[in-house]
């Protein structure tokens, strides 16, 4: 799957997702670079799936957060090891596909593509959707309200 075209409300859309999974980006992060990297190199993606999905029923409605096609993985001499799963995030009427990476020292999100189920003609709209939708399927609420910039 190629990246998403860039548009101003990409970054926002980013920020947005990022801050609702970092909770589950930092339960990954405490696993073994090493098992990670081992699951993708054999293609083990239903154990990968499985700790995906462990990793998000903390934070999250089930099936909000599910490991994607795939994944890739960085492992050089002398380099910490990156991890890049894919992920299908779907809230209520948008499904979000996103890379997020994995690293010692952070972990980032990059996405890929955004379905809404019921598109509006006003990108904010769809902005404000993702953020509400990600709210309502998390079980805690701290995700703070999307504001309105410009």
Known sequence: MSAM???QYTELREKIVAEAISPVAS???LLDASDLISLLRFEFYGSIADLVSSAAELYFHPGTVNFGAGGEYTLE???APEVVLDLEIKPRHVTVY???TLSKDFAG????HIAFLNPSADPEENTALLAQSLREATFIHNIQPLKRYG
Request: glycine share 6%.
């Open 77 to 79: 001499w002398g380099e």
């Open 98 to 100: 996103a890379k997020l």
């Open 5 to 7: 075209k860039k548009c």
């Open 109 to 112: 999100l990059e996405i890929n």
């Open 27 to 29: 339960e990954l992060r």
